[in-house]
């Protein structure tokens, strides 16, 4: 059945005024003033006055089938349940591995990909994990990104880390030729998602891999760039050339050194970092370690919700006073550019139709993902396999 959203104020991310917009098959099929239906038509209408429309939110970063176990095998993080994303506005993600590259697999993580788009949202992947050589499915990054479809790059590839296998120049870069070949064949971004750790002049692998080959920056992503304040620091001039990834889940969870996403935005911006540089990711199911600085143990942990991208993404707005066009950037259209989905990021005839209604005070009223509302008037329309049984919403 064909849907139409009445009167909603339109940031596709540019402000389009307020709009109607018809869907159907999973597509936007017309955006208008005014549309008006045939009365014999049978047509599901929302009435959105008084309510803004950003596309879905694309999240980049989230350890889907679990991550963790920093702290033994107690420490495992959860997978990802599909009302977590939906409470998030997030309609697309894209899984990764993490630190876990030893007993957990890319299998798994591809498994889940097939999972949640069977329950409705849209979802991609990287293969590979911290470690280099890094684990994939057919033996190579670049044959895994030609040949599956669900994979799009590799990542996240650990550099200044005391978790990272501390790759070579010569296997950073040769791993970054063969995604970047595997997605000229498949198609993909073929981008290397980079976990970004707390050593001192954390981009030198990157800037000294793109001096000894003829690579670009932009074959990489750098994530978790606003962990401490020196790796911010070099961000901003990094940023003018390269992209820049933004953590959200972890804030506040080490406020002593991290910087809150939402000011990140500002001050990047006000370094000269281009906004279409810039995304947001949650890295949910991630684990948040504490480790002792004098015995190194582990004495605290938690795990990130992909909510904390919308926390930041209003926190932009409201405390930041940014535009909200200009911030919704950095979780849809810079998102799609960057990893080459073309038919997400924006509110635009012929995209997919993932859409998120927000009230007033900013909160989600309302999810639609390819073209079915997941969440209406407030109510969770769709949850995950298991997610009743097991009492999670
Ligand atoms: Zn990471």
Same mark, same amino acid.
């Given at each position: 059945?064909? #849907?139409?959203?009445?009167?909603?104020?339109?940031?596709?991310?540019?402000?389009?005024?307020?709009?109607?917009?018809?869907?159907?098959?999973?597509?936007? +099929?017309?955006?208008?003033?005014?549309?008006?239906?045939?009365?014999?038509?049978?047509?599901?209408?929302?009435?959105?006055?008084? @309510?803004?429309?950003?596309?879905?939110?694309?999240?980049?970063?989230?350890?889907?089938?679990?991550?963790?176990?920093?702290?033994?095998?107690?420490?495992?993080t959860p997978e990802?349940?599909?009302?977590?994303?939906?409470?998030?506005?997030? &309609?697309?993600?894209?899984?990764?591995?993490?630190?876990?590259?030893?007993?957990?697999? =890319?299998?798994?993580?591809?498994?889940?990909?097939?999972?949640?788009?069977?329950?409705?949202?849209?979802?991609?992947?990287?293969?590979?994990?911290?470690? =280099?050589?890094?684990? &994939?499915?057919?033996?190579?990054?670049?044959?895994?990104?030609?040949?599956?479809?669900?994979?799009?790059g590799v990542g996240?590839?650990?550099i200044s880390d005391?978790?990272?296998?501390?790759?070579? @120049?010569?296997?950073?870069?040769?791993?970054?030729?063969?995604?970047?070949?595997?997605?000229?064949?498949?198609?993909?971004?073929? %981008? =290397?998602?980079?976990?970004?750790?707390?050593?001192?002049?954390?981009?030198?692998?990157?800037?000294?891999? !793109?001096?000894?080959?003829?690579?670009?920056? #932009?074959?990489?992503?750098?994530?978790?760039?606003?962990?401490?304040?020196?790796?911010?620091?070099?961000?901003?001039?990094?940023?003018?050339?390269?992209?820049?990834?933004?953590?959200?889940?972890?804030?506040?969870?080490?406020?002593?050194?991290?910087?809150?996403?939402?000011?990140?935005?500002?001050?990047?911006?006000?370094?000269?970092?281009?906004?279409?540089?810039?995304?947001?990711?949650?890295?949910?199911?991630?684990? +948040?370690?504490?480790?002792?600085?004098? &015995?190194?143990?582990?004495?605290?942990?938690?795990?990130?919700?992909?909510?904390?991208?919308?926390?930041?993404?209003?926190?932009? !707005? &409201? !405390?930041?006073?940014?535009? +909200?066009?200009?911030?919704?950037?950095?979780?849809?259209?810079?998102?799609?550019?960057?990893? #080459?989905?073309?038919?997400?990021?924006? %509110?635009?005839?012929?995209?997919?139709?993932?859409?998120?209604?927000?009230?007033?005070?900013?909160? =989600?009223?309302?999810?639609?993902?390819?073209?079915?509302?997941?969440?209406?008037?407030?109510?969770?329309?769709?949850?995950?396999?298991?997610?009743?049984?097991?009492?999670?919403?």
């Amino acid at each position: 059945m064909m #849907k139409l959203i009445k009167g909603a104020e339109i940031f596709a991310p540019q402000y389009l005024g307020k709009k109607d917009i018809l869907f159907g098959a999973g597509k936007i +099929l017309a955006i208008a003033d005014s549309i008006d239906i045939p009365k014999n038509w049978n047509i599901d209408i929302l009435d959105a006055t008084g @309510l803004k429309l950003i596309p879905g939110l694309i999240d980049a970063h989230v350890h889907i089938a679990g991550a963790g176990g920093e702290g033994g095998p107690h420490t495992r993080t959860p997978e990802i349940y599909l009302s977590q994303l939906i409470h998030g506005g997030v &309609t697309t993600v894209i899984g990764c591995l993490g630190t876990d590259g030893m007993t957990r697999s =890319v299998e798994s993580i591809l498994m889940k990909v097939k999972s949640l788009r069977a329950e409705g949202i849209s979802a991609w992947m990287y293969t590979g994990a911290y470690q =280099v050589p890094t684990p &994939t499915i057919t033996g190579d990054v670049g044959r895994d990104i030609a040949l599956i479809e669900e994979i799009i790059g590799v990542g996240e590839i650990a550099i200044s880390d005391h978790r990272s296998s501390v790759p070579t @120049l010569n296997e950073l870069i040769r791993i970054t030729e063969h995604a970047r070949v595997g997605g000229m064949i498949g198609g993909k971004a073929g %981008i =290397v998602n980079i976990h970004m750790g707390d050593a001192q002049n954390p981009f030198k692998p990157l800037y000294d891999a !793109v001096a000894n080959s003829e690579l670009k920056l #932009k074959q990489f992503i750098p994530t978790h760039c606003n962990r401490n304040d020196y790796i911010f620091e070099d961000a901003k001039e990094y940023g003018k050339k390269g992209y820049i990834d933004i953590t959200t889940s972890s804030y506040p969870y080490y406020p002593e050194y991290e910087i809150k996403p939402a000011k990140t935005l500002k001050l990047l911006m006000d370094a000269g970092v281009p906004i279409e540089h810039i995304t947001f990711t949650s890295d949910a199911c991630g684990s +948040l370690p504490d480790f002792d600085p004098v &015995t190194g143990e582990l004495i605290r942990l938690e795990m990130g919700l992909p909510a904390a991208n919308l926390r930041e993404l209003v926190d932009a !707005v &409201t !405390v930041e006073n940014l535009p +909200l066009e200009i911030a919704v950037k950095v979780l849809t259209s810079n998102v799609a550019d960057i990893l #080459k989905l073309k038919n997400k990021g924006r %509110i635009e005839v012929e995209k997919d139709a993932d859409m998120v209604l927000l009230n007033k005070d900013y909160q =989600v009223c309302n999810v639609v993902a390819n073209g079915e509302f997941l969440k209406r008037d407030g109510k969770l329309l769709k949850k995950g396999t298991y997610e009743e049984a097991l009492g999670i919403c």
